[in-house]
């Protein structure tokens, strides 16, 4: 972990009309709480909502509490990390609710991100969540599984490289039960993870998919297809989805085409949470956003959000 910058001076109290030099230490975190929050609750509106409540907690204190503070930065992830950890726990019962399958956000590449965020906050393009190994749409699935504890320990040690002492004032527990859990969570990972296609392979195949898909080409879908391949669509209960996964080749393609054929898509190749995806488009609206699983020579796996309040990234002109 890197140590965070002490701050030169303090903030000032409300109604001060100095400006206050230490706002940027304090703010030059903020991106690396959207990344925290993003990778524990699979959510950047959620993400959003965890880094403004931390930030308020901050200037809610006098400025002696604040001087208090030598490192802002390890106080602001330790107070986000618990925000995180408790959304988690009632994560899950929200989510037993959801209608359909629920499927983390997808995140465009950085130059397609739409900032402005329907009856929310603007994100600066430096809040933009890092594209790696972390955040592909299968890694989020497999932290789906995990209890919050685990992920959150796990996330926070493995991820950003915090200590297990560290990762314990942020869990309430002591160190060697947060190294048990972080233990547990990768047991998780190494268990779900199959190495991916090289990534010209999975554009390629992708590609292919996108075409298959325009030209409503039943029988070359199916070829792209594992038998046992599956896809899980995830539209919020606010438009036409899939409640539950569907399963196999023949079934997935017949649903691609029952989709192209209810409305005239255009379909896009896009960076999807970092690996080749597709954006399909209706009169200029991001309508779904699918991400692959490519482990070998066919794809094997689909999430496709169509939930338009998770799309609001993708498009300036979000349903509203």
Not at 160 to 189: D, H, K, M, N, W
Request: aromatic share 6%.
């Amino acid at each position: 972990m890197t140590t965070p910058t002490e701050p030169g001076t303090t903030p000032t109290e409300p109604g001060d009309a100095r400006v206050d030099p230490s706002l940027s230490v304090i703010m030059s975190e903020r991106r690396q709480l959207i990344n925290l929050g993003y990778r524990l609750l699979g959510s950047l509106a959620d993400a959003e909502d965890v880094v403004q409540e931390t930030y308020a907690r901050w200037y809610a204190m006098s400025r002696q509490q604040q001087e208090a503070i030598h490192h802002p930065g390890a106080w602001l992830t330790k107070v986000a990390g618990r925000i995180c950890l408790d959304l988690l726990g009632s994560a899950r019962a929200r989510r037993e609710s959801y209608v359909g399958e629920w499927i983390p956000e997808p995140l465009p590449e950085p130059t397609e991100w739409i900032t402005g965020r329907p009856g929310g906050a603007i994100l600066d393009p430096a809040d933009r969540v890092t594209l790696d190994e972390s955040v592909t749409m299968a890694f989020l699935i497999v932290l789906e599984s995990m209890t919050p504890a685990e992920r959150v320990a796990f996330v926070l040690h493995d991820v950003f490289r915090y200590s297990f002492a560290e990762v314990a004032e942020i869990v309430g527990r002591t160190p060697a039960a947060c190294r048990q859990l972080a233990s547990s969570a990768r047991r998780r990972i190494r268990a779900s993870q199959v190495p991916s296609a090289p990534a010209a392979r999975q554009a390629g195949l992708v590609r292919d998919f996108k075409q298959a898909w325009e030209t409503k080409d039943i029988g070359t879908l199916i070829g792209l297809l594992a038998p046992e391949a599956t896809l899980i669509a995830d539209g919020g209960g606010l438009v036409s989805a899939a409640f539950r996964p569907i399963e196999g080749g023949e079934q997935i393609a017949r649903y691609m085409i029952a989709i192209a054929d209810r409305a005239t898509l255009t379909i896009l190749e896009r960076t999807v949470n970092g690996q080749p995806g597709l954006v399909a488009q209706h009169d200029g609206v991001t309508v779904t956003v699918a991400a692959f699983d490519v482990p070998g020579d066919r794809i094997t796996r689909i999430w496709a959000v169509r939930n338009p309040d998770k799309l609001w990234p993708w498009t300036a002109n979000p349903p509203r």
